[in-house]
């Protein structure tokens, strides 16, 4: 699918279909790709078959990246088909679990309040919170979700602000206050007989729009490759030709930091970082008709890794592991050149 293809046009069980067959090609991100093609058959209307695909999934073993982030997805999309029960006790299981991952506990808030369980979702979002956020410390990036999807719940429910909302507002990058974005009376309006009612909220609704459909612009990130040590020693023994697009690992490291901080400077948005391997690589080659010495093909190896959900977005937050896999946190890593 085109990333300009306006979403009325886009036909999305044949999407779903086609991701399904890429994943059959590339196995090793069938997780983002399944889950891509289920979200397609959810859109379409076809709900079981979205199920069947989570399904798999989940009974893949211990080999999935995000276990919980499926069963969240299956138990929203079980819901919305009259499984009710099943999505309880899903949502059961995962707070009881408490995975680490703040993309869960979202996705379970979110099927709750939209079934009006607004104080349910409210504890769900305060139990996350405490559980993945260090008090004294600003939040991560992938935790801001929780702070502004607890706000709203807490609006609905017309409870007063306390700390964590205050600092959701800090956190808030739009010009729309979180307060005024999350006033019922915006929602109700929305069912309003009153013509001006809604043309006024749908003028606020395009602009604030404004800028999430600029974030959106892009199908994937502008991406950078990197090659762990090991990968890249074992990719200079089997093709030597390549020796000089890395003269060493350290050389390759520095190169790819300041590439992305030259990219930022000059105004290009949306950066990512993607990891290779030589399996991979070689495969790449061999889907392209060519040999994995050819220099040309690392720049098209990165793209099509972006394309396929392998990218790590950069900068990552300073506190947030390095990306290139030292296992210190980033601002005590290659952040440190900033």
């Given amino acids: 699918m085109r990333p300009d293809t306006p979403a009325e046009n886009v036909d999305h069980a044949t999407e779903a279909a086609r991701l399904e067959r890429t994943a059959g090609l590339y196995p090793e991100d069938a997780e983002a790709l399944l889950l891509r093609a289920a979200a397609h058959l959810e859109l379409s209307g076809d709900r079981p078959a979205a199920t069947a695909l989570y399904d798999r999934l989940l009974s893949s073993g211990d080999s999935l990246e995000d276990p919980y982030l499926v069963r969240a997805l299956k138990a929203s999309n079980l819901w919305e088909y009259g499984h009710e029960a099943e999505a309880r006790a899903i949502i059961d299981g995962i707070r009881t679990a408490s995975p680490r991952d703040a993309a869960p506990w979202v996705i379970v808030a979110e099927a709750l309040e939209a079934h009006d369980e607004l104080e349910t979702a409210q504890e769900v979002l305060t139990q996350a919170t405490r559980l993945l956020v260090t008090d004294g410390a600003r939040p991560p990036q992938p935790t801001h979700p929780l702070f502004f999807g607890r706000h709203r719940v807490r609006r609905m429910l017309g409870l007063p602000h306390d700390e964590w909302d205050t600092l959701a507002d800090t956190l808030h990058s739009m010009p729309v206050s979180l307060d005024e974005l999350h006033d019922p009376k915006r929602v109700w309006s929305l069912g309003s007989d009153n013509p001006a009612e809604l043309e006024a909220e749908i003028s ?44 060493s690992h350290q050389e390759h490291l520095t190169t790819i930091e300041t590439s992305l901080r030259e990219l930022s400077s000059s105004g290009t948005a949306n950066l990512g970082v993607v990891t290779g391997t030589v399996p991979s690589f070689e495969a790449f080659a061999a889907s392209e008709g060519t040999t994995p010495d050819d220099p040309t093909l690392l720049p098209q190896y990165a793209t099509t890794l972006a394309a396929r959900g392998r990218a790590v977005a950069w900068p990552p937050e300073g506190t947030a592991t390095c990306w290139c896999g030292s296992g210190r946190a980033y601002g005590e890593c290659h952040g440190l050149e900033a």
């Fill in 204 to 247: 606020r609704l395009r602009a604030e729009l404004g800028a999430y459909r600029e974030a959106l612009s892009r199908p994937f990130p502008v991406a950078v490759l990197h090659w762990p040590q090991g990968e890249l020693t074992e990719l200079l023994s089997a093709y030597p030709a390549l020796s000089a697009e890395y003269p």
